[in-house]
């Protein structure tokens, strides 16, 4: 009511004005306010793919010990056990999601923040729930409470 009362008055104060849409502050700040890509970061520095990472991670594990032999397998396999490996692994991860997410200014952050909430807290309250329905059980057979 109010934003009509505004433009009513607009248009009668200064009648040769067109009439601004009702979003288009809304607008003017998206596009005021909208991430340009930064110059400063290199275009391929991060290897970012529409496959998931775990698939990536079993096709290229899977090319890698395919031609190899029963005996040379633990050689291969034992390094990439190690405490080094693994966190240069998880580094490659967060600096692919960091390209992939947060670079791009997405959203898809935020809703993994959210269902990973909700899935964690689905799995803490999951014992909880099984005792509950074990007891309800219980109680069915023995005609108790």
Do not use: W
């Amino acid at each position: 009511m109010i934003l009509q009362t505004h433009q009513i008055n607009r248009t009668r104060i200064f009648p040769s004005l067109p009439t601004p849409h009702p979003l288009a502050s809304l607008y003017t700040f998206l596009s005021a306010h909208q991430r340009e890509p930064d110059p400063q970061i290199k275009k391929n520095r991060f290897r970012v793919s529409s496959i998931p990472l775990d698939q990536m991670a079993l096709r290229k594990l899977y090319s890698e010990i395919k031609g190899l032999k029963v005996k040379e397998l633990p050689d291969h396999v034992k390094p990439m056990l190690s405490i080094g490996y693994v966190k240069k692994a998880v580094q490659r991860g967060m600096d692919n999601y960091h390209a992939k997410y947060i670079e791009t200014s997405s959203i898809d952050p935020l809703l993994h923040v959210c269902y990973g909430g909700m899935i964690l807290s689905y799995l803490i309250a999951l014992p909880e729930e099984r005792r509950h329905l074990e007891h309800q059980q219980h109680a069915k057979e023995h005609g108790g409470h």
